[in-house]
C-alpha cells in the first residue's frame, strides 16, 4: 500500500520509473532495430514536448523478459496450442 501519493501514483513508482531504452533493456530483450525505432520515437515525442516514456514498476513486472519466447503461465494456454 502506498504511505505517500501525489494523488495519482505512490511516490515509489514515480520515482522508479523506466524512462531509458537502456532501462527498459533491463527488462525485456530488444532487437537493435527495436532500440532504434524506440529511440526514434523518443526523440519525437520530445521535439513535441511530450513525456517520451515512462514505465512504473508494476507495469514493468507484466512484461515478458523475451517477447519472442514467453513463458506462460501454470493454467494460460498459448494462441498457437
Same mark, same amino acid.
Given at each position: 500500500? %502506498?504511505?505517500?501519493?501525489?494523488?495519482?501514483? %505512490?511516490?515509489? &513508482? @514515480?520515482?522508479?520509473?523506466?524512462?531509458?531504452?537502456?532501462?527498459?533493456?533491463?527488462? @525485456?530483450?530488444?532487437?537493435? $532495430?527495436? &532500440?532504434?525505432?524506440? #529511440?526514434?520515437?523518443? #526523440?519525437?515525442?520530445?521535439?513535441?514536448?511530450? &513525456?517520451?516514456?515512462?514505465?512504473?514498476? $508494476? $507495469?514493468?513486472?507484466?512484461?515478458?523478459?523475451?517477447?519472442?519466447?514467453?513463458?506462460?503461465?501454470?493454467?494460460?494456454?498459448?494462441?498457437?496450442?
Amino acid at each position: 500500500m %502506498c504511505q505517500k501519493s501525489n494523488g495519482m501514483m %505512490c511516490i515509489g &513508482e @514515480i520515482t522508479n520509473t523506466i524512462r531509458s531504452v537502456e532501462n527498459l533493456k533491463k527488462v @525485456i530483450a530488444l532487437t537493435k $532495430y527495436q &532500440e532504434k525505432e524506440i #529511440e526514434r520515437t523518443l #526523440e519525437t515525442l520530445k521535439s513535441h514536448g511530450k &513525456e517520451s516514456l515512462r514505465i512504473t514498476p $508494476y $507495469y514493468a513486472t507484466l512484461m515478458h523478459s523475451d517477447q519472442f519466447h514467453a513463458k506462460m503461465w501454470p493454467g494460460e494456454k498459448s494462441k498457437n496450442a
